[in-house]
C-alpha cells in the first residue's frame, strides 16, 4: 500500500512540484487548494496520467480550522491515513508599511502560521509512528530586509519557531521539520521586474532563483527515511546567499 501525503497549497508553484516528486515516489497524493480549481484537477489528472497512484483534490481554507478539520477527515476516509503532511499554502500581501492593514496582517497570520499549526494538529491525530511535518518555512523569515513584507517575514518566522515547538511536542512519533526556500522560478515571480530580478539573483551565490523541482527534492528527502535522524531542523535551500 502506498504511504499518504497531504500537501496544502498544492495546485501550483512549489506546491504541484512538491505533489508530482511525492507522486514519482509513489505515493498518494492528495491536493489542497482554496482558489485554483481548474489547476488542481489539471495537476490530479497529470499525476493519475503518469504514476501508479491515487490522488484526491480537496478544497479548503486552511485559516478556517472547521474547514481544516473537514478536509483531514475527508483524506482519513479516503485513504485510511496520512504519512506526511507539507505545511506549503501561504499568502503575501506586500505594501509600503504605512498602507499595511491590521485586517491583512491578521489574514496573513491565519493562513501562514496558525493554518500550519491546525493542519498539524489535526493530521498527528492520525498519523502513525515514522510519520513526518514539513513547513514551509522562507529565507525570510531570517533575511528581514524587505519591510514590505514584513507581516509575511514575520509568520515565516514564526513557523520556524513551530518547527521546533512541535518537534518536541510529536517526538518521537513524528518528526516536524522546515525548509526554508530563497527565491523560487516560479509563475508568480517571473512576472517579477526583470531588472530587480538581475540585482536579486546577483546576491545569490548560484546566481539564479531555484527550480521548485529542487526545493520539493529536499522536501521529499526529509520525509524518506533516509532522513530518519533529521528532526526539528531548519534546511536552508537559497543557493547560497
Not at 484526491?56 to 479516503?78: G, P, Y
Request: net charge negative; charged share 20%; aromatic share 8%.
Amino acid at each position: 500500500m502506498n504511504k499518504v501525503v497531504l500537501i496544502t497549497g498544492a495546485s501550483r508553484g512549489l506546491g504541484a512540484a512538491i505533489a508530482l516528486e511525492f507522486a514519482k515516489n509513489n505515493y498518494d497524493i492528495i491536493i489542497n487548494y482554496l482558489n485554483s480549481k481548474e489547476q488542481a484537477n489539471i495537476l490530479k489528472e497529470t499525476i493519475l496520467k503518469n504514476y501508479n497512484v491515487r490522488a484526491l483534490v480537496i478544497k479548503a481554507d486552511v485559516s478556517d480550522e472547521a474547514q481544516v478539520k473537514m478536509m483531514v477527515q475527508a483524506a482519513f476516509n479516503t485513504f485510511g491515513a496520512i504519512d506526511v503532511l507539507v505545511n506549503n499554502a501561504g499568502i503575501a500581501i506586500d505594501s509600503l508599511v504605512e498602507d499595511k492593514t491590521v485586517e491583512n496582517f491578521e489574514k496573513i497570520l491565519k493562513v501562514n502560521l496558525i493554518g500550519a499549526f491546525s493542519c498539524a494538529r489535526e493530521c498527528a491525530k492520525i498519523m502513525k509512528e515514522g510519520s513526518s511535518i514539513i513547513n514551509i518555512s522562507s529565507t525570510n523569515a531570517v533575511n528581514q530586509y524587505y519591510p514590505y513584507s514584513l507581516d509575511y517575514d514575520a509568520s515565516k518566522a514564526g513557523l520556524l519557531s513551530l518547527t521546533n515547538n512541535l518537534a518536541v511536542e510529536y517526538s518521537p512519533k513524528i518528526r516536524v521539520n522546515a525548509v526554508m526556500p530563497g527565491w523560487i522560478n516560479t509563475e508568480m515571480n517571473k512576472e517579477l521586474d526583470e531588472e530587480y530580478i538581475a540585482a536579486e539573483s546577483r546576491k545569490i551565490l548560484l546566481g539564479r532563483f531555484a527550480e521548485p523541482e529542487e526545493i520539493a527534492n529536499v522536501v521529499y528527502f526529509l520525509a524518506t527515511p533516509q532522513a530518519s535522524y533529521i528532526n526539528g531542523s531548519i534546511i536552508r535551500v537559497d543557493g547560497g546567499h
